[in-house]
């Protein structure tokens, strides 16, 4: 009788009071069906209920490629994403109920840390279809520290959705995204969510997205209202109105009205819909020669002509070629706006073989993929994301791996949806795949069906490369371009409770980084500690809370520091000699190096490497690599505080060798040589400079401002919106410890902040002089 109830509870979705549940059964046994029922809301399961309205995983439909979307949900943080999520999950028919982020119970937020906070921290990819097409999705994080997920996502898709708070326009994170979606060509469209939010203004919103993307916005619709006033949309392109009306008490947003705008029931609003109609066909005709012909030749005289069919390829092919991006509205919260997104997702976003892939025609159709995420699961093992370029993956495959240059086996292969997953036969091109039993792939390695099958692509692209390796550029144009890992800004100690715990911290350690490649572990080696390095204080926290809960691990972590870096401001040359006897066998080798700065646009901690004249071309050939690798062991540990150089250029001037001399000997003498030379230029501590965008009402304005300035802040310029101030400037990593504590007193907690790394400065000689004397213990 209690299963049978509880069964009753789960597929209603019902809110059951601890009264009912008490009295249900006995005091004991009402705790337990509780905790049942507080994990079954937790854990919902969203493809295996009987009833007929939701449909499962497994009807999920193969369309041909031309009907795929991969798409991605991006934004800055808190601006609707994973709300916009749910409710195409809800509309499509693959969700029973409404999640709600704030209750913690949304489908793609599936992490207890994403509950507990109410924010998004992995990305989630979820499969669905609607009307015909099937839909691939994956749910970005909006915070800074979780940039890294967005730029592997990113990567992967054909399109995405940039979401927008309609009452904040274009935030500091929603540049940042954006950025990214430029440099991998995505196509965009803009959903302006929040219309429904006091303050929200949908023509500020426009003037952000114009002035700050440096784009030009398609208004495909106007809003109806604003803030609370808002109640539905005006179609601009089929000049209808879009109504979404409760109906018996129910107000889930699946009941809409579309009615053509006329002079009797709105004239006003008819009016404004033809302006910006017409505004719409001229900015088109603009951007589109096809479309242009088209309304000059045929509907010059009156746009109002023009069909709404003829319209809409005009807008695609613009969407496309990144010419202009569509502009949408709504409010995924309160239920409004989410089908026609859906629509023109469908309609204007590009399917997989529209995107140019010149690699495609090397492999015809042989499978070619690339993993751009790995999981672990305690059950499974390592479950590995894989984007299908080419072929058909199945289970039970042998696939090679060229990065790794290894092959693996396909043990199964699922469909991705959040934290459930669905077992499938096979998988074909312009998918996105879920495969179990590649435990050698990482993220950004590309995964073809043979070495047979590489080598055949290379000849085929008139490469005659017998070896493919993670490093030959011979072949790079096999390999699908990876993804770029930032470099961490903060990194602290962690050690385990004790020295018998330190194999299962270990292991913890080494399946995250394989998970997340932007955080980094090292061992200190004067210390002997492990350190932990990220890209934020929220970063490192969550690492630290999923090794304890996931792991069962105690950690303690030490303080937070600041990952500078080291230059030299002038050259420095040096000479050594290593000579050692390793049995019966002299190695020797003197090396003789320069090293000077180096300006370059990017900064970057890969050394410039250059090789005098007189050194011989056989001894390059042999000793090449192991004069590089202890270039770059050399590189890691700069001079005065053992961080890493950056924008040194070295010059190798000469190179004697005895004969015999292993290569391991030439690299840590040259590694050696690089450290005196360094030592002896003038040495320089650069600093992470972090881009700061604080938000807060002009009242609390000076305060912070007079804050700002103590913590050595640069304030570029002081923007208005709505009511608000944003303060737009550049300040030390070193000086935001803790800096959100301080906003939340400094603003009685009305203030929010955004910081991003900008680049690495020098610090003045007074600062510089201060740092060193901490780190060593002086001060």
Not at 466 to 482: D, F, P, V
Request: glycine share 6%; aromatic share 6%.
């Amino acid at each position: 009788m209690m299963l049978t109830k509880l069964r009753k509870f789960i597929v209603n979705r019902q809110k059951v009071s601890s009264w009912h549940v008490n009295h249900m059964c006995s005091c004991r046994t009402g705790m337990i069906l509780k905790g049942l029922i507080s994990q079954a809301f937790l854990r919902r399961n969203y493809s295996s209920l009987p009833e007929n309205d939701i449909k499962s995983l497994r009807s999920i439909i193969n369309p041909p490629m031309t009907k795929i979307r991969n798409i991605g949900i991006m934004a800055h943080i808190d601006a609707g994403k994973t709300t916009t999520t749910e409710r195409i999950l809800y509309y499509s028919g693959y969700t029973r109920s409404l999640g709600d982020v704030d209750d913690g119970d949304t489908v793609t937020d599936f992490m207890a840390q994403e509950r507990e906070r109410g924010i998004t921290i992995q990305s989630a990819a979820v499969t669905f279809d609607w009307k015909g097409y099937r839909v691939n999705l994956i749910d970005t994080p909006g915070h800074v520290d979780f940039t890294l997920e967005v730029e592997r996502c990113l990567r992967v898709l054909d399109g995405a959705v940039a979401v927008f708070d309609a009452s904040a326009g274009v935030e500091a994170q929603t540049l940042t995204v954006w950025r990214q979606a430029d440099k991998h060509h995505v196509p965009r469209i803009c959903f302006l969510n929040k219309m429904d939010k006091t303050g929200a203004s949908f023509n500020c919103a426009i003037d952000s997205i114009r002035e700050k993307l440096k784009t030009k916005p398609l208004l495909l619709q106007l809003p109806i209202g604003e803030a609370k006033a808002f109640r539905g949309l005006v179609d601009v392109v089929t000049m209808e109105k879009v109504i979404w009306t409760p109906v018996s008490n129910s107000d889930d947003g699946k009941q809409f009205v579309r009615e053509p705008l006329t002079e009797l029931n709105d004239p006003e609003l008819l009016t404004e819909a033809k302006e910006a109609r017409n505004a719409l066909i001229e900015q088109v005709a603009d951007l589109d020669d096809e479309f242009a012909d088209l309304v000059l030749g045929e509907f010059i005289e009156n746009f109002d002509l023009l069909p709404a069919e003829k319209l809409h390829p005009a807008i695609r092919r613009v969407t496309m070629t990144q010419r202009a991006v569509p502009v949408l509205c709504g409010s995924a919260l309160k239920n409004k706006g989410v089908q026609p997104l859906l629509d023109a997702i469908t309609m204007y976003l590009p399917s997989p073989d529209e995107r140019n892939s010149e690699f495609l025609q090397w492999y015809k159709d042989d499978l070619c993929g690339l993993a751009f995420k790995v999981l672990h699961d305690k059950q499974r093992g390592p479950l590995v994301f894989v984007r299908i370029y080419s072929g058909t993956m199945k289970p039970q495959s042998a696939v090679h791996n060229i990065n790794g240059n290894c092959t693996e086996r396909i043990s199964r292969l699922l469909l991705p949806f959040a934290d459930q997953h669905i077992e499938i036969p096979s998988l074909t091109a312009g998918n996105i795949a879920l495969a179990v039993g590649l435990k050698q792939t990482s993220t950004g390695d590309t995964i073809v069906s043979s070495k047979a099958s590489a080598l055949a692509a290379a000849r085929r692209a008139g490469r005659n490369e017998g070896k493919i390796h993670r490093k030959n550029m011979e072949t790079e144009s096999l390999l699908l371009a990876g993804v770029e890992i930032p470099e961490p800004v903060f990194f602290c100690t962690i050690e385990p409770p004790s020295v018998g715990k330190q194999p299962e911290l270990d292991r913890a350690l080494n399946c995250l980084q394989r998970e997340d490649p932007s955080l980094k572990v090292r061992l200190d080696p004067d210390s002997g500690q492990t350190v932990l390095c990220g890209m934020g204080e929220l970063h490192i926290e969550i690492i630290n809370d999923r090794i304890k809960r996931e792991y069962g691990v105690e950690t303690f972590l030490g303080p937070l520091q600041i990952a500078y870096r080291e230059t030299i401001l002038n050259s420095g040359r040096a000479t050594d000699t290593l000579d050692r006897t390793l049995g019966e066998k002299r190695h020797s080798v003197t090396v003789e190096l320069e090293v000077r700065p180096c300006a370059r646009e990017k900064s970057e901690v890969v050394p410039v490497i250059e090789y005098a004249e007189n050194i011989r071309e056989e001894l390059l050939q042999e000793f090449q690599e192991a004069i590089e690798n202890g270039i770059r062991s050399a590189y890691l540990q700069g001079p005065l505080l053992g961080f890493p150089v950056q924008d040194v250029a070295v010059t190798l001037c000469s190179l004697t060798l005895h004969p015999g001399t292993s290569t391991t000997v030439v690299s840590a003498c040259v590694s050696r040589c690089v450290q005196k030379a360094l030592k002896k230029a003038d040495q320089q501590v650069l600093e992470p400079l972090m881009n700061l965008e604080v938000t807060v009402t002009g009242d609390y304005l000076s305060s912070i401002l007079a804050d700002l300035a103590q913590r050595r802040g640069s304030i570029q310029e002081i923007q208005s919106r709505q009511d608000n101030k944003v303060v737009v400037g550049s300040v030390p990593l070193a000086e935001m410890m803790g800096y959100s504590t301080v906003l939340r007193t400094l603003s009685s907690g009305t203030a929010t902040f955004a910081l991003e790394l900008s680049n690495y400065q020098a610090m003045n000689l007074q600062d510089q002089n201060a740092l060193l004397s901490r780190r060593s213990g002086l001060a």
